[in-house]
Nanobody, 115 residues
Framework: QVQLVESGGGLVQPEGSLRLSCAAS????????MAWYRQAPGKQRELVAR???????KYAESVGGRFTISRDNAKKMVFLQMNSLKPEETAVYYC?????????WGQGTLVTVSS
């Protein structure tokens, strides 16, 4: 049973930075593609960034150049470094794992960008 636990969310001022972490258990982590999604109030969940099992990355156009996704297979963790945050990026950020039809979701961590 996959378990994903996010941490690192909180309140940050506009143009500030946060680093989100996701700890995985119950899966053979290194063969899974991992991703971060976010869901803002009243909006659909959207992909923020993805990192494949071999380290290839993909970003939503809106975050390119500001966010960086990375993974540590030895620690079974995935990270999202977020810089120059904007108020409209206030959302619950979710960790996601995927291997074929096998997928899992974390419970989410709230990021609030506000002065």
């Amino acid at each position: 049973q996959v378990q994903l636990v996010e941490s690192g969310g909180g309140l940050v001022q506009p143009e500030g930075s946060l680093r989100l972490s996701c700890a995985a258990s119950g899966i053979f982590f290194k063969i899974y593609d991992m991703a971060w999604y976010r869901q803002a109030p009243g909006k659909q969940r959207e992909l923020v960034a993805r990192i494949s099992s071999i380290g290839s990355t993909k970003y939503a156009e809106s975050v390119g150049g500001r966010f960086t996704i990375s993974r540590d297979n030895a620690k079974k963790m995935v990270f999202l470094q977020m810089n120059s945050l904007k108020p409209e990026e206030t959302a619950v950020y979710y960790c996601h794992s995927e291997r074929g039809r096998l997928e899992g979701w974390g419970q989410g961590t709230l990021v609030t960008v506000s002065s």
